[in-house]
């Protein structure tokens, strides 16, 4: 990814924070159509019909050392 971005920010000559910045922007503005966009612009994953709660959240960090 970083050789990814170091070569867009060396293409349009702007530092990589810059083209990181840019590249970030545009994707928060992009939208399916005839979808809402989601909180803070980002879509959220579709449900699995689970329901997350604080217990399995706090077992599945226990388990991977989180």
Do not use: C, N, W, Y
Not at 47 to 57: A, F, K, Q
Request: aromatic fraction near 4%; glycine fraction near 10%.
């Amino acid at each position: 990814m970083l050789a990814l971005l170091r070569e867009m920010a060396r293409r349009h000559r702007v530092s990589m924070g810059k083209e990181a910045s840019r590249l970030i922007r545009l994707a928060l503005q992009r939208t399916t159509p005839g979808k809402e966009p989601g909180i803070a612009g980002f879509e959220p994953f579709p449900g699995e019909g689970r329901i997350v709660t604080d217990d399995l959240v706090e077992r599945l960090r226990d388990e991977e050392g989180v």
